[in-house]
């Protein structure tokens, strides 16, 4: 973690924005102290809205029904 005073920061900020690019975090000190901390910025994801699909997606009857023909394509004659 990087310190700089707000001084350095004013005139260098375009050289620490690269640093915050490349995934350090900056912090901007006052009289030695911290007071702001210079990150990368993120979005925050969007909220999920359940029920968006509801009455456009169904699953048939017979969805977990298997197929004798499928399995024989997959695992081959089970017969021993």
Do not use: H
């Amino acid at each position: 973690m990087q310190i700089v005073n707000i001084y350095q920061a004013k005139t260098q900020l375009s050289k620490l924005i690269d640093q915050v690019l490349a995934g350090q975090e900056i912090t901007i000190g006052k009289a030695g102290k911290p007071v702001a901390k210079l990150v990368s910025y993120r979005e925050k994801p969007l909220k999920r809205q359940f029920g968006l699909w509801k009455g456009k997606v169904f699953v048939a009857d017979d969805f977990d029904a298997e197929s004798e023909e499928i399995n024989t394509m997959f695992y081959g004659s089970r017969s021993k």
